[in-house]
C-alpha cells in the first residue's frame, strides 16, 4: 500500500526529484562559496602571518600537492604513505571487527563475558597507546596500523554484535524451514541482516581512523601528512601547513563519500525499507 | 485413495517444564491428514497453534508424542515441510529480489539451473506475479508479498504447506482474493494444505475439514467434514444453507471452548 503510494506521489514528475536534487547540491555550494568568500574578505583584511588568505593557500595547495615541482614527490611520500596506513589500519580493523563481533554476537553468554572487557578497552583514547606501541613496535608503519587499528576496531565489533543479535528470529525460522545449515545461515541471513549497524559502525570508524592517522604521524615518524603539517608548522612554513590541513580535509571527505557510496549499493534494500517506514 | 500423509500423536509441549511457571501449550493432541486434503485447524486466542506448527514444522522438539510424515517420524527440519508465516513483512529477506527470494530454499535441493528456473517461473507464474520478478518485497503491497511467500512455498513442492494465520494481516478485499488464489492454486499442485487461521468464515470456505482446537492446553475437540462441493465462490458458497450451518457450529464450539477454559481458570487452585 505504502509503495503504491510513494509511486504515485513521485510520479508527477523524476524531474522534480532532479529539481530538488539540484537546488539542494546549490544550496550546499553556495554555503561553500560563501565560506571561501567571508575567509577570502576577513584574511585580505586582517592580514594575519597564521592566517592567510584563500587565493595564498590555494596556490601553496596547487604547488605541494597538484602541479609544483617536487608536487609527484610529494604525493608519494607524503601522501600514499598516509592513505596506506589509513587503509590498513580501517582493513585489519574491519576484518577483525567483524569476525570478532560475529563470534561474539552469536552466543548471549559469550556476549555477556566479553561485553564489559571490550567497554573498558574502548574506553581508553588510543593516543595514550602511543608510548606503548612505540615501545613494542619502534616507529615503523606497523606501528601506526596497528594503533588506527586498536582505536577503529570498537564501533565495528560493537556494531557487529549487536547487528548479529538482532537479526529478526523470523528470519532465522525460515531459513530453518527451508533447509538453510547453519554454516550458510552466516552468510545467507545473519550478515546480510546485520549489515547496516555493521556499515553505520564502519562509518564511525572511517572518521576516527582519519584522526589516528594524523596523531600518529605528528608523533614519531618521518612521513605522512601529520608529519608534514607538523614539520611545516615548526619551520613557519604557515602556507605548507595550511596545504597540508586542506588535503587532510579532501582525504576525509572523498574517503567518506566512497564508503557512502559502497554502502548506498550494499544497502540499498534498507534505505528504501527504513525511509518508507 | 485416501492415505495418511501426516499423523500427529499424543503430541505434548511444556515450556518451561523444570521452572517456576511450567506452561503446557498442547496436550494429547492427535489427528492425521489425508494425501491431498485442505485441512483447517482453528480455535480460540492462545489454543496452542503456534506451538503445534513450530513443532510440526521441527523448530520446536515435543516434550511428547510425535509427528511422523509419510510415516517417518519428524525429529529434524522435515524436507518435505513449507511453512507461510503470517508475517510476510519479516519472513521476506528485504535484500533480494522476489525472484531471489523464491529461489532461496531450491539453493538447498541439490538441483540444476534450469530445474531451478523452471520452478520460480512457474511458481510466480502460478501467484500472478511473473513481471514483478526483479523487483524487492517492499516494492509490493502487503497482498502481494504474501503471494510471493506463497510462491516460495509451492516453488520448494512441499508434501505439506502449512500455513500460520497468513491472511490475517491484509484487508479484506485482498484476503478474498489471496483465498482463491491459494485454492486455484492448491486444486492445480494437488499439494495437502495444514491451514491455521482464527477466521471461522475463511475456514469453512476453504478447507475439507475443520479441526477444532480446544483452549489451553490445546487439544483437538471436533474433527468436522465439509459438506461443500468445489469449485467454491466468496458470495455462492456463503449462501448455501451448509456454509451457515457450519460456519455456526464451529463458532459455538470455539465459543464453549473459550468458556470452558474461562470456568477452570477461575477455580481458585490448579
Known amino acids: 500500500m505504502a509503495a503504491t503510494a510513494a509511486t504515485t506521489a513521485r510520479a508527477p514528475g523524476t524531474g522534480g526529484r532532479a529539481g530538488t536534487l539540484a537546488r539542494a547540491v546549490a544550496l550546499r555550494l553556495s554555503m561553500i562559496v560563501a565560506f571561501i568568500v567571508v575567509w577570502q574578505l576577513v584574511t585580505s583584511v586582517i592580514d594575519s602571518f597564521f592566517f592567510p588568505t584563500v587565493t595564498e593557500i590555494a596556490g601553496s595547495f596547487w604547488d605541494i600537492w597538484v602541479a609544483g615541482p617536487e608536487a609527484g614527490q610529494n604525493l608519494s611520500g607524503q601522501f600514499v604513505p598516509s592513505l596506506l596506513r589509513l587503509l590498513g589500519g580501517l582493513g585489519l580493523a574491519a576484518v577483525a571487527g567483524i569476525a570478532g563481533g560475529v563470534a561474539i554476537g552469536r552466543s548471549r553468554t559469550v556476549r555477556e563475558y566479553v561485553e564489559p572487557l571490550t567497554e573498558f578497552l574502548r574506553a581508553i583514547p588510543p593516543p595514550a597507546l602511543i608510548p606503548l606501541f612505540l615501545v613494542l613496535l619502534g616507529i615503523g608503519d606497523s606501528m601506526k596500523v596497528l594503533m588506527i587499528a586498536f582505536g577503529v576496531v570498537w564501533p565495528i565489533l560493537l556494531n557487529t554484535i549487536d547487528g548479529v543479535q538482532s537479526v529478526e528470529q523470523l528470519y532465522l525460522d525460515t531459513g530453518r524451514v527451508y533447509g538453510v545449515t547453519r554454516s550458510e545461515r552466516l552468510m545467507r541471513i545473519v550478515l546480510p541482516a546485520a549489515a547496516p549497524k555493521i556499515f553505520a559502525g564502519l562509518r564511525v570508524s572511517l572518521s576516527i581512523a582519519v584522526i589516528l592517522m594524523v596523531i600518529s604521524e605528528m608523533v614519531a615518524t618521518t612521513n605522512g601528512l601529520g608529519f608534514q603539517i607538523i614539520q611545516a608548522q615548526r619551520s613557519f612554513k604557515v602556507l605548507d601547513m595550511w596545504a597540508g590541513i586542506v588535503l587532510l580535509g579532501v582525504l576525509g571527505y572523498l574517503l567518506n563519500t566512497a564508503l557512502l557510496a559502497v554502502e548506498g549499493r550494499v544497502l540499498h534494500w534498507h534505505h528504501r525499507t527504513s525511509r518508507r517506514a | ?270
Open chain 2, 1 to 270: 485413495m485416501t492415505d495418511t500423509l501426516l499423523q500427529v500423536d499424543q503430541l505434548t509441549h511444556t515450556y518451561d517444564p523444570d521452572g517456576a511457571n511450567p506452561y503446557t501449550a498442547i496436550a494429547d493432541l492427535g489427528f492425521t491428514v489425508d494425501r491431498g486434503q485442505f485441512v483447517a485447524l482453528v480455535g480460540p486466542s492462545g489454543c496452542g497453534k503456534s506451538t503445534l506448527l513450530r513443532c510440526l514444522a521441527g523448530l520446536q522438539r515435543p516434550s511428547g508424542g510425535s509427528v511422523s510424515i509419510d510415516g517417518a517420524v519428524v525429529d529434524d527440519v522435515p524436507k518435505q515441510l513449507a511453512l507461510v508465516f503470517q508475517d510476510y513483512n519479516r519472513s521476506l529477506f528485504p535484500w533480494l529480489t522476489v525472484h531471489d527470494n523464491v529461489d532461496f530454499p531450491l539453493r538447498h535441493l541439490g538441483l540444476d539451473a534450469g530445474e531451478r528456473d523452471q520452478r520460480i517461473t512457474r511458481s510466480l507464474e502460478q501467484v500472478g506475479l511473473t513481471a514483478h520478478g526483479t523487483k524487492f518485497p517492499w516494492q509490493l503491497s502487503g497482498g502481494m508479498q504474501q503471494r510471493v511467500a506463497i510462491a516460495r512455498a509451492l516453488a520448494y513442492e512441499p508434501a505439506i504447506l502449512l500455513m500460520d494465520e497468513p491472511f490475517a494481516s491484509v484487508d479484506a478485499q485482498t484476503r478474498a482474493e489471496l483465498e482463491d488464489l491459494l485454492l486455484d492454486v492448491w486444486r492445480q499442485s494437488r499439494s495437502t494444505v495444514l491451514f491455521v487461521t482464527h477466521d471461522i468464515d475463511e475456514s469453512v470456505y476453504l478447507a475439507d475439514r475443520i479441526l477444532v482446537l480446544s483452549g489451553s492446553p490445546g487439544t483437538v475437540i471436533a474433527d468436522l467434514d465439509v459438506p461443500l462441493g468445489r469449485p467454491r465462490d466468496q458470495i455462492e458458497t456463503k449462501q448455501q444453507e451448509a456454509f451457515v450451518h457450519l460456519r455456526a457450529e464451529v463458532a459455538r464450539l470455539i465459543q464453549h471452548a473459550k468458556t470452558g477454559e474461562r470456568d477452570r481458570t477461575n477455580q481458585p487452585a490448579r
